[in-house]
């Protein structure tokens, strides 16, 4: 049940680095948390890097599903990194893959989405 985040902002673009376990006693942590920096910043684009990711439920795909709808609204885009072959496989089998891109690491997420700093 132990979750850190670490939030980083790179011009218009929030970085998020998720570590632990994402699942429905953290997930509104983490949307709050998300919510507040998309918010108050001048945030248009989201980078996940869900390399020390150890677990995701259902709850954890709400709240990505759910800042990227945001994130849509506001004309931004979302990309996720470094995911773990569990995670991966809980992406695949979502159809999370057809809306949000993935990377390899956070350069090339940043260079996707092309805010490179």
Do not use: W
Not at 29 to 44: E, K, P, S, Y
Not at 55 to 76: E, N, P, Q, T
Not at 83 to 103: C, D, H, M, Q, T
């Amino acid at each position: 049940m132990n979750l850190q985040v670490e939030l980083e902002h790179r011009r218009n673009v929030l970085i998020t680095r998720l570590r632990g376990e994402l699942d429905h006693h953290t997930a509104e942590l983490v949307r709050i948390q998300l919510d507040d920096a998309i918010q108050r910043g001048q945030v248009n684009h989201l980078v996940l890097s869900l390399k020390e990711l150890s677990f995701m439920d259902s709850s954890g795909l709400g709240v990505i599903l759910g800042r990227y709808k945001l994130l849509k609204a506001k004309g931004g885009t979302m990309a996720v990194c470094e995911l773990n072959p569990a995670v991966r496989r809980l992406f695949e089998l979502s159809g999370l893959f057809k809306i949000v891109s993935v990377y390899e690491n956070e350069r090339n997420a940043l260079s996707g989405l092309e805010v490179v700093s």
